[in-house]
């Protein structure tokens, strides 16, 4: 381990002694149901007291808190969230700690919502009540990222605690609904939560995630025309039943082959990234077991690079790309050139990437490594609130966590001593970012 001073030093040897609050507040946010809505009619579980619990911690060092539920996206919002989502009962967390003046702002956010405990009888202890076992703190949400969020609150608190006054201003942000449609970033930034740069705890294992893949979705719906499925039908064009689900086949055999030359297109390698991605998930179709099928849906997930995305960020090509792509194999068949297949796009995260040589990568991977902790440069083929920060709320983010790999898991957990060393590394990365 190698500091840069002796008060450096201290602050890392406060939060070494902080273990305990640690394990404490992260078992603590574990407990809460935080479970991340299935639909919009989904109620709200223990957001309220979460948010609670987090801005006691940080109004007791001197933080300004805000906490509030946000309005409903709107038809606007740049991520096509629903526009009438409600946030009843799940209020967004904003806490401002003012810097002596002089320095760069910080941004420090996490989402507090977590995925289903499902199946939660394959679970060997409670999800919802934390256990260390083997050196790992076990829970739904530990790694994912409620540890993380504790790590940075006990970082504050161990500045704090030194008595370190940074110079420019830290915020600490935490959001809901990142894990079903992003809407908690989204509310953020519209509030005007923003900074000079940003740390997003998700578990990136010490790695600096500089960029992801954006994610957009539709529905693919083809129709075809109902009939008995025991009697004799005559050709479709003097009326005769249409089976929807076989329609269906050639356009997801049209979207296989477009996924595959997406795979070995060479304008589509990325250094971080995996290629952009098209596939189906969920599919369906008619609605009895013996009349002819008359629509089959098609749920298509899909990630595109940066790159692909539009001045705005958005997928506008990408969408354009599929739908045409399609359009093509549809006009093949009799039936669909008549009746084409209808599209409903449903969402579009942004995707992200900031230069490996930017200033928060450079600053947070040197103080994961001078806690003894060697982050690399790294990208996510997923999506996070980070990329929502960097895109739209003008506070270009890293994501930079304790250990990965653990989470949505059945028995997830995160390493006690990620957890340690990631609250160290968090600490140092504000003073030199923020100034002291």
């Not at 509030?68 to 904003?94: C, H, K, T, V, Y």
């Not at 970033?185 to 005007?192: E, K, L, N, T």
């Amino acid at each position: 381990m190698t500091l840069r001073s002796e008060l450096e030093e201290r602050v890392v040897d406060a939060v070494r002694e902080s273990r305990p609050d640690l394990i404490a507040l992260t078992s603590e946010l574990v407990s809460y149901d935080t479970t991340a809505r299935h639909s919009p009619d989904d109620p709200a579980r223990d957001e309220v007291k979460l948010q609670a619990a987090l801005e006691r911690r940080l109004r007791a060092l001197g933080a300004t808190t805000e906490v509030w539920e946000p309005d409903a996206p709107g038809p606007d919002n740049p991520m096509e969230i629903a526009a009438d989502l409600s946030f009843a009962g799940r209020p967004q967390l904003l806490a401002r700690i003012f810097g002596a003046g002089g320095g760069r702002s910080l941004l420090l956010n996490g989402h507090i919502d977590a995925v289903d405990v499902a199946p939660r009888e394959e679970w060997s202890s409670d999800p919802l009540r934390a256990e260390v076992r083997d050196g790992r703190l076990y829970g739904r949400g530990s790694n994912d990222m409620k540890g993380g969020l504790a790590s940075f609150v006990v970082a504050l608190e161990a500045l704090h605690r030194v008595g370190v006054r940074l110079r420019g201003d830290v915020l600490f942000c935490a959001d809901t609904d990142e894990e079903s449609s992003g809407a908690g970033g989204w509310a953020c930034v519209a509030h005007g939560v923003g900074a000079d740069a940003g740390l997003c705890a998700e578990a990136s294992d010490f790695d600096a995630w500089t960029a992801c893949r954006g994610s957009t979705s539709a529905l693919l719906r083809v129709r075809g025309r109902a009939g008995h499925v025991e009697m004799p039908q005559p050709e479709w064009r003097d009326g005769g039943a249409v089976n929807a689900i076989e329609k269906m086949f050639p356009l997801l055999d049209a979207l296989q082959r477009l996924q595959a030359e997406w795979r070995t297109s060479s304008h589509l390698q990325h250094l971080l990234l995996s290629p952009p991605g098209v596939l189906p998930t969920t599919i369906k179709g008619g609605s009895f077991m013996y009349t002819y099928p008359e629509y089959c849906e098609a749920f298509i997930a899909v990630q595109y690079l940066p790159g692909q995305a539009d001045e705005h960020g958005k997928a506008t090509a990408v969408r354009k790309g599929i739908m045409d792509w399609v359009a093509a194999a549809a006009a093949a068949d009799p039936w669909l050139a008549e009746n084409p297949p209808a599209w409903t796009w449903l969402s579009d995260f942004p995707p992200r990437e900031l230069a490996a040589d930017h200033e928060i990568v450079t600053t947070t991977l040197a103080s994961a490594k001078d806690v003894g902790r060697e982050g690399r440069v790294a990208g996510l083929d997923s999506w996070d609130d980070a990329a929502t920060f960097t895109r739209f709320g003008g506070t270009p983010t890293i994501s930079f966590g304790p250990g990965g790999r653990h989470a949505h898991a059945v028995d997830e957990f995160v390493p006690v001593e990620d957890l340690v060393d990631h609250c160290a590394a968090s600490a140092l990365a504000m003073m030199r970012w923020c100034g002291v």
